[in-house]
């Protein structure tokens, strides 16, 4: 295990973004295991997964937290080992769909999690606008959380 916690994810209000990064002490392919795998997704980021023409760029598929929200996605690039990019939206994909942009790379012997997201059609003045993207990264951080959590147990458990 690392000697030191995540930091949680920040927002910027001005960027509408929310972004966190993470460190993992798994290979960047476990960790790519956990982006792309649907059953992996699945466990660290909502209850479902589902890409049924698989997890490749353009799929479109569909994320769900039970008896909560069901989000549309779209996967827009896949770049196998480094980079995952998607658009989701509650309900259907839309022009309020907003964009997550996950980059993996090594570092120091340990697996970078990089991850933002933006796009949010959010309105209101800035304070409302600050507290929407806090919920979200408050999101962010438990989901990542999650996932450095599940790709640590199935590194260990691969050893």
Same mark, same amino acid.
Not at 6 to 14: E, F, I, K, R
Not at 35 to 52: K, Q, S, V
């Given at each position: ?37 649907? *059953? ?5 980021? @909502? %209850?479902? !997964? ?6 490749? #760029?353009? +799929?479109? &598929? ?54 933002? *997201? ?5 309105? @209101? %003045?800035? !304070? ?6 806090? #919920?979200? +990264?408050? &999101? ?20």
């Amino acid at each position: 295990m690392p000697e030191f916690e995540n930091p949680p994810a920040t927002v910027d209000v001005p960027g509408v973004r929310v972004t966190r990064i993470v460190a993992v002490d798994a290979e960047r392919a476990t960790v790519w295991r956990c982006l792309t795998e649907p *059953e992996l997704l699945a466990r660290w980021l @909502g %209850d479902i !997964a589902a890409f049924p023409d698989g997890v490749v #760029a353009g +799929a479109t &598929g569909r994320f769900a937290w039970t008896g909560e929200v069901v989000l549309a996605a779209r996967i827009r690039e896949l770049e196998p080992g480094s980079r995952f990019v998607f658009d989701w939206a509650e309900g259907i994909l839309s022009d309020k769909a907003s964009t997550v942009e996950v980059t993996l790379r090594d570092v120091d012997g340990q697996t970078q999690v990089h991850l933002v *997201e933006s796009g949010f059609p959010l309105e @209101g %003045d800035d !304070a409302s606008k600050r507290e929407s993207l806090r #919920a979200l +990264a408050a &999101g962010w951080t438990v989901e990542l959380d999650e996932l450095v959590d599940l790709a640590e147990h199935l590194e260990s458990a691969s050893d």
